[in-house]
């Protein structure tokens, strides 16, 4: 097969798409890495209700987790149960 500048304009697409990707990929680990340090390692979830009505609400017991836990329920049969970890 014969190289011929399409070839040549093609495999320099390929190459410069690689490296935008790549340093793009670098740029958002070093942000991920950057925003966990700013929230000291810890993870937020927001939650929003689609009905505006609703109020979300948890219970977080004070003290360590506890020695035991049950899942009780329609559908936690498979579920995985373990330990949460532990508040450094």
């Known amino acids: 097969m014969q190289a011929g500048p399409a070839k040549d304009v093609f495999l320099k697409d390929v190459q410069d798409t690689f490296a935008r990707i790549?340093?793009?990929?670098?740029?958002?680990a070093a942000e991920d890495k950057a925003e966990d340090a700013d929230a000291g390692g810890?993870?937020?979830?927001?939650?929003?209700a689609s009905d505006p009505d609703v109020v979300i609400s948890f219970d977080v017991p004070d003290g360590?987790?506890?020695e035991h836990i049950t899942l009780?329920?329609?559908?936690?049969?498979?579920?995985?149960?373990?330990?949460?970890?532990?508040?450094?």
């Open 42 to 48: 810890r993870e937020q979830i927001q939650l929003v």
């Open 72 to 88: 009780e329920g329609e559908g936690t049969e498979h579920l995985v149960r373990r330990l949460p970890r532990r508040r450094r």
């Open 22 to 28: 790549w340093k793009r990929g670098n740029e958002l």
């Open 64 to 66: 360590p987790p506890p």
